[in-house]
């Protein structure tokens, strides 16, 4: 009986005939932040045994390359924590060099990068992102709850150094960080780096109400579009953001709104967890095994026709909404959990 994935090179097509080519791995769930958006105080991580080895995690991410997967990017929790990372970071690199990949990054809270930066560049890293919410040390400190802003600015510098284009990837809190937007932004435009701002989502028990968090980015635009002139412009990186062009600055600002204007249409993304579960939507639970596969065989036709088989149910957007009436999150598992 002929099989449905008998061709194994065929591209990933979901039912809505999206191409997929961009990958996020999360490669552990343990963070050094316990940011007040993401996770709870008091977390319970996996079990190290739980975790794919670095060799199958290089694997895993080999077949996606294989089936057209053209962007990767590594993700945790916090991925440089991951003992060994750099070594599944120089192993990648060779689909860089060989042409199947176009490119290899990673988002990052910056607590490691002063360490890692130069072997990240060395390793065919070339763009990573970095999460900043804040540029004043106590509101980082209450955000973060365990983190160092000097330590994070010491990496961003030593990133740059090292030849790192950087993006700052900034959550807009209500209350929180609203009135420091447009100070971020003319920080980072001033170092060359452009900015993204992201809506918080509702992933996972936070011990607090997203709420009083949610600020629309609808509003943050409209209150930078008083104080600056903003050009819509095509420029894209592969991911979820829309970018303005700030004429004031010469940067460039991108808007990634999974709540006021979800973009689901254009998806191109999944992810795979730290445990080899492959989730075709942040915002939906339905997921695949890949690790049972993986470790079934020592060739990959297991798990590819696993990944395919899952391609298949790719719904065609998540459902995510923040409001009084709905106080549970709207999927139960943590963003570190599923790769941030």
């Known amino acids: 009986m002929a099989s449905a994935f008998q061709d194994m090179s065929a591209p990933l097509i979901d039912p809505f005939a999206r191409r997929i080519t961009y990958l996020r791995v999360s ?8 940011c007040v958006y993401c996770m709870s105080e008091h977390m319970t991580f996996l079990p190290k045994r739980d975790l794919l080895t670095l060799e199958e995690l290089d694997r895993l991410c080999s077949a996606f390359v294989r089936l057209g997967v053209r962007r990767l990017r590594l993700t945790g929790g916090e991925p440089l924590v991951r003992r060994g990372l750099p070594t599944l970071i120089r192993s990648l690199g060779r689909h860089l060099e060989s042409g199947a990949l176009d490119e290899l990054t ?10 890692h930066a130069a072997e990240l560049y060395a390793a065919g890293v070339r763009r990573v992102n970095v999460s900043l919410d804040t540029l004043d040390e106590v509101n980082f400190k209450t955000i973060t709850r365990w983190g160092d802003l000097r330590q994070v600015l010491g990496g961003i510098e030593a990133a740059l150094a090292a030849g790192l284009k950087i993006k ?3 959550v807009a809190l209500r209350g929180v960080n609203e009135d ?3 100070r971020i932004a003319e920080w980072a435009h001033g170092l060359g780096m452009d900015l993204s701002l992201i809506e918080t989502m509702p992933l996972g028990d936070i011990e607090g109400d997203r709420t009083d968090q949610y600020l629309p980015l609808s509003l943050v635009r409209a209150r930078l ?3 600056w002139t903003l050009e819509d412009i095509p420029y894209r990186t592969g991911g979820p953001a829309r970018y303005v062009k700030v004429a004031e600055t010469g940067g460039r600002i991108g808007f990634i709104t999974p709540l006021t204007h979800n973009f689901c ?12 579960t492959l989730y075709m939507c942040l915002g939906q639970d339905d997921a695949a095994d ?13 798990v590819t026709q696993a990944i395919r088989e899952a391609i298949t149910r790719k719904p065609k957007g998540h459902d995510f909404v923040i409001d009084r009436r709905s106080a549970k999150p709207a999927v139960a598992r943590h963003m570190s959990t599923t790769g941030g």
Do not use: H, M, Y
């Not at 890949?290 to 297991?302: E, F, I, T, V, Y």
């Open 27 to 34: 490669v552990t769930d343990r963070c050094d932040f316990r």
């Open 106 to 115: 990673l988002t990052t809270n910056g607590s490691q990068l002063a360490t």
């Open 168 to 170: 700052i990837n900034t």
């Open 180 to 182: 420091e937007i447009s």
């Open 225 to 227: 579009a008083q104080r």
């Open 265 to 276: 249409e254009s998806c191109n993304r999944v992810r795979v967890t730290c445990t080899g």
């Open 290 to 302: 890949l690790r049972a596969p993986l470790r079934a065989s020592k060739d990959d036709d297991l």
